[in-house]
């Protein structure tokens, strides 16, 4: 199962039926998880740790230094999930001490060729980046999100579950939970309703999560005055105070529609 022209370091840990390919380096201090499979010509660099299950492909590089300008070569850390697929050309850097110290991927994320994840970003479960798209350091991204390729979202902005970033976008702001933005900037486009589906949120859930939706964007109230108005009723659906929850813990403020 391991390629005899792969380089492993002695303090490398591989569990049972890891496949490593020709030309592959596997670094100090990592640890790679049961049947996890790792294509030719990969560079992974620790202290990173693998889950169980994944399918790394070819020319990728995991748990790299990050190039941020403040970095000194402390000691840091990455973590990737379960059942993940990574394909060609992928770049995931560890963490900085300026923040946890640690990047964080969850599990059954699909990441397509070319996709880079920063510094000290934490991924959840579910996630798919398509071809060419790039999270900055310090992003946070929920369960579900989808991202079409070649969008961007630059330092320490949040990317709420269940939204869809439309291809070649630039989010500068942050992004609250099932919501679709496109464009450069980045504005809002309405629902995630679709992906919404795919979870198979209830009928109540939907109708709930669209109220609230017109209520911090249809109806012309700020923020503070959405919140204030929907607070005391959210507790009627969770997905509203998901919703809600996102929207009010936002740092750089929230994408808007067009002209607003």
């Known amino acids: 199962m391991i390629d005899p022209r792969a380089i492993i370091h002695p303090t490398a840990e591989l569990g049972e039926n890891v496949e490593i390919g020709p030309w592959t380096s596997i670094g100090a201090n990592v640890e790679i998880g049961d049947n996890t499979t790792i294509a030719s010509h990969v560079i992974v660099k620790g202290p990173t740790t693998i889950g169980k299950n994944n399918r790394i492909f070819q020319f990728t590089s995991i748990g790299e230094d990050t190039p941020d300008l403040s970095y000194q070569g402390e000691p840091t850390t990455l973590t990737i999930g379960d059942n993940n697929v990574i394909r060609e050309g992928v770049t995931i850097h560890r963490g900085t001490v300026q923040d946890t110290g640690t990047t964080t991927i969850g599990s059954h994320g699909l990441f397509m060729a070319y996709v880079h ?15 060419n798209s790039a999270v900055s350091g310090h992003v946070k991204v929920g369960d579900y999100a989808n991202f079409g390729g070649y969008s961007g979202v630059p330092q320490f902005r949040s990317i709420g579950e269940s939204t869809h970033i439309a291809g070649m976008s630039l989010v500068l702001k942050d992004v609250p939970a099932f919501m679709t933005v496109i464009g450069n900037p980045a504005v809002a ?9 795919r979870r198979n949120f209830s009928d109540e859930d939907l109708a709930a999560i669209k109220d609230a939706y017109r209520t911090v964007y249809r109806r012309g109230l700020t923020v503070a005055e959405a919140l204030a108005e929907l607070k005391p009723i959210a507790g009627k659906s969770v997905a509203v105070c998901r ?18």
Not at 189 to 197: F, S, T, V
Not at 245 to 257: N, T
């Open 189 to 197: 486009a309405g629902l995630n309703l679709e992906g919404l589906k």
């Open 243 to 260: 919703f809600l929850d996102s929207v009010e813990s936002s740092r750089w403020g929230i994408v808007r529609p067009r002209g607003k």
């Open 117 to 131: 994840i920063a510094h000290d970003c934490v991924i959840g479960d579910h996630v798919i980046m398509a071809n």
